[in-house]
């Protein structure tokens, strides 16, 4: 242990821990500086404490806004040992080797307990709670661990504390606190700078776009939860929750039962949730590997929904995931359970008593409950892929879908009523089909059902050829709906040649003249919506 004397800086927002860490540092030797909150915590837990303005021959000014901003914390800090040590001895500025700091919660200030955005937030208010010295802090620390340990998480304490106790810690140490300090600053910002600039396009001092999208920025993130693997098990992988953005969130989501969630059971519970909530009447999608395979919706509620989706590919649904729109009961449970077909994961806005108790001994059933208001929110910031070097950026193509009033009839022949019905609910669908996307879809009593889906094709007529091939009912009466253009008449003809009954798809080709003769020549409808729906 040094004979120099040794100073140790504490000011944290979150105290888990904070004493135990004062009394281990304290044992060492350390002189504790800290201000405010922290001080009084400390002493409270019987640790000596040196006050900040003590230690600077400063009084805190500004209301406090101004503390620790003062050469003789932050040269004390940045110094390097071995370059700086005679000016610091002249100036009488000791060093300070170890400072643990969190910053001011922000992100809790302008977020409830249910992680949405609060409305009765001011302006004023928030920005009180940007800290300013604390980063400084923080980042002086990190930038110089080659002789200052950052500490900015609790649950680092103890390794702190037990590596001081074999003699110091470690330079590896330093670095990799170094590391979560500008990882836990750049979140930091990152939450400050979205919130500012949504806050910005609401009052109109700042374009929505450049909100949306700005020129640059930091995207904060937060693990949620490790993953076993990636798509495959060579791969690593992990789920990231985006914090203080309000809307739907996965990471909102809580676990009833069964194992974690895997990378690929996230991805396609994602896409069950995108499908189930396109419609308001009762839903009920299957969901295997990212695409449905079974989808219907029914005013007798989540039995007949279920039964029906289940229909549309019961050999598929195995092993895939079940997401409903309306909370689930005891009969529907019962009716998950009749059907004999395991499921990776059952969703839902709620789940009684009853059903939860017959889940229960499907131990290997995850069962997801999703907020009670999920399908009032919307998806907030932006849908992001990555790709190698950077991420692209778009809008959400997603909530419900307009009906036949807002589309044109392209052709000589107008859907009926019925039809008109199940086209949007074919239109819903589709859009979550993995492009070339085609989706059959049929009316029955009480609701629609899926009858057919061509996902992933190179070539937009393999897509009917597939969805014709995959019906589970007969195609003859089925309408269809494309997720983009036919740039041809022959995929329109295939599925006219099965028997279709009505399409609704973007239109555009520059041979939509020959795709709708197609359809008039067989006296078919042909609605187009003027909206294309890739999902690739």
């Known amino acids: 242990m040094s004979s120099s004397p040794r100073f140790a800086l504490l000011s944290v927002s979150d105290k888990t821990g904070i004493v135990e860490l004062g009394q281990a540092l304290v044992r060492h030797g350390f002189t504790i500086l800290s201000t405010g909150g922290t001080a009084r915590a400390l002493r409270a837990g019987g640790v000596a404490v040196t006050s900040v303005s003590d230690h600077t021959g400063h009084p805190e000014v500004m209301?406090?806004?101004?503390?620790?901003?003062?050469?003789?914390?932050?040269?004390?800090?940045?110094?390097?040992?071995?370059?700086?040590?005679?000016?610091?001895?002249?100036?009488?500025?000791?060093?300070?080797?170890?400072?643990?700091?969190?910053?001011?919660?922000f992100e809790a200030t302008i977020t409830g307990p249910?992680?949405?955005?609060?409305?009765?937030?001011?302006?004023a208010a928030a920005t009180e709670q940007i800290d300013i010295g604390g980063p400084t802090m923080v980042r002086a620390s990190a930038k110089n661990h080659a002789h200052v340990t950052i500490i900015t998480r609790p649950d680092d304490y103890a390794a702190v504390i037990a590596e001081l106790d074999a003699g110091g810690v470690s330079a590896a140490t330093r670095l990799r606190l170094a590391v979560a300090a500008f990882q836990h600053t750049a979140a930091y910002d990152g939450v400050i700078s979205g919130w500012l600039a949504r806050q910005a396009a609401a009052a109109g001092a700042l374009d929505e776009a450049d909100a949306a999208m700005p020129r640059e920025g930091a995207l904060p993130l937060r693990k949620v939860q490790d993953?076993?693997?990636?798509?495959?098990?060579?791969?690593?992988?992990?789920?990231?929750?985006?914090?203080?953005?309000?809307?739907?969130?996965?990471?909102?989501?809580?676990?009833?039962?069964?194992?974690?969630?895997?990378?690929?059971?996230?991805a396609d519970l994602d896409a069950a949730l995108r499908s189930a909530f396109a419609l308001d009447t009762p839903t009920c999608i299957v969901v295997k590997h990212a695409n449905p395979c079974g989808a219907a919706t029914h005013t007798g509620g989540a039995v007949p929904a279920f039964e029906l989706a289940l229909s549309a590919d019961p050999v598929s649904a195995f092993g895939g995931i079940v997401a409903f729109n309306r909370p689930l009961d005891g009969d529907a449970v019962r009716a998950i359970r009749k059907s004999r077909t395991f499921f990776e994961i059952v969703a839902a806005p709620g789940f009684t008593d009853e059903a939860l108790e017959l889940l229960a001994p499907r131990e290997r059933m995850r069962v997801m409950e999703l907020p009670a208001d999920w399908a009032d929110r919307k998806a907030e910031a932006m849908d992001i892929k990555r790709v190698q070097g950077g991420f692209l950026l778009q809008d959400w193509d997603l909530g419900p879908v307009p009906g036949a009033p807002d589309w044109k009839v392209a052709g000589q022949h107008a859907p009926t009523d019925e039809q008109a019905s199940t086209l949007r609910f074919a239109w819903a669908m589709c859009r979550h089909v993995k492009s070339n996307a085609i989706v059959l879809a049929k009316a029955v009593d009480g609701g629609f059902v899926l009858n057919g889906v061509g996902a992933g094709q190179m070539s937009r007529v393999d897509s009917v050829r597939l969805a014709v091939d995959k019906a589970t009912r007969p195609v003859a009466g089925s309408v269809l709906a494309s997720d983009a253009f036919f740039p041809f008449p022959d995929g329109p003809q295939v599925a006219l040649d099965a028997g279709v009954a009505a399409f609704?798809?973007?239109?555009?080709?520059?041979?939509?003249?020959?795709?709708?003769?197609?359809?008039?020549?067989a006296g078919v409808p042909m609605v187009f919506t003027g909206v294309r729906h890739f999902w690739h």
Not at 114 to 123: E, I, K, L, T
Request: proline share 6%.
């Open 63 to 105: 209301n406090g806004r101004v503390k620790t901003l003062h050469p003789r914390i932050h040269a004390a800090i940045l110094g390097l040992r071995d370059q700086h040590a005679d000016e610091a001895a002249a100036h009488d500025i000791p060093w300070i080797d170890l400072v643990a700091v969190n910053l001011y919660p």
């Open 114 to 123: 249910d992680g949405q955005p609060r409305a009765d937030v001011d302006m």
């Open 227 to 266: 993953c076993r693997y990636g798509e495959n098990p060579h791969q690593r992988a992990a789920f990231y929750a985006e914090p203080a953005v309000g809307g739907r969130s996965l990471a909102h989501l809580r676990q009833h039962q069964g194992k974690e969630l895997s990378y690929n059971n996230i």
């Open 504 to 521: 609704v798809q973007p239109g555009g080709s520059v041979k939509d003249d020959e795709v709708l003769a197609a359809a008039d020549a």
